[in-house]
C-alpha cells in the first residue's frame, strides 16, 4: 500500500492543489446567480477542480515500464 501511493504521489498532489484551487474558485469568483452547475456549490466545484488537478499532475507522471525496459 505504502508503495502504491508513493508511486502515485503526483495524483495526490495535483488532487489536493485542485481541491484548493476549486473552493478558492467557489468563494471568489463563484456563481451569482445560483445556475451554474459546477461553481454554484463548494463541493461541487472542489470535487471538479481536485479531479482535474489529479489529471494534470498525473501527465507528468513517468511511465515506469519504458524507463525499466530502457535499464536492461
Given at each position: 500500500?505504502?508503495n502504491w501511493?508513493?508511486?502515485?504521489?503526483?495524483?495526490?498532489?495535483?488532487?489536493?492543489?485542485?481541491?484548493?484551487?476549486?473552493?478558492?474558485y467557489w468563494k471568489?469568483?463563484?456563481?451569482?446567480?445560483?445556475?451554474?452547475?459546477?461553481?454554484?456549490?463548494?463541493?461541487?466545484?472542489?470535487?471538479?477542480?481536485?479531479?482535474?488537478?489529479?489529471?494534470?499532475?498525473?501527465?507528468?507522471?513517468?511511465?515506469?515500464?519504458?524507463?525499466?525496459?530502457?535499464?536492461?
Open positions: 500500500m505504502k501511493i508513493i508511486k502515485n504521489k503526483l495524483y495526490f498532489i495535483g488532487g489536493l492543489i485542485g481541491a484548493f484551487a476549486g473552493f478558492l471568489y469568483v463563484g456563481c451569482l446567480t445560483g445556475t451554474c452547475a459546477i461553481t454554484s456549490s463548494p463541493v461541487n466545484s472542489t470535487i471538479y477542480f481536485a479531479f482535474f488537478g489529479a489529471i494534470l499532475f498525473g501527465a507528468f507522471k513517468k511511465n515506469t515500464k519504458e524507463t525499466e525496459a530502457n535499464k536492461q
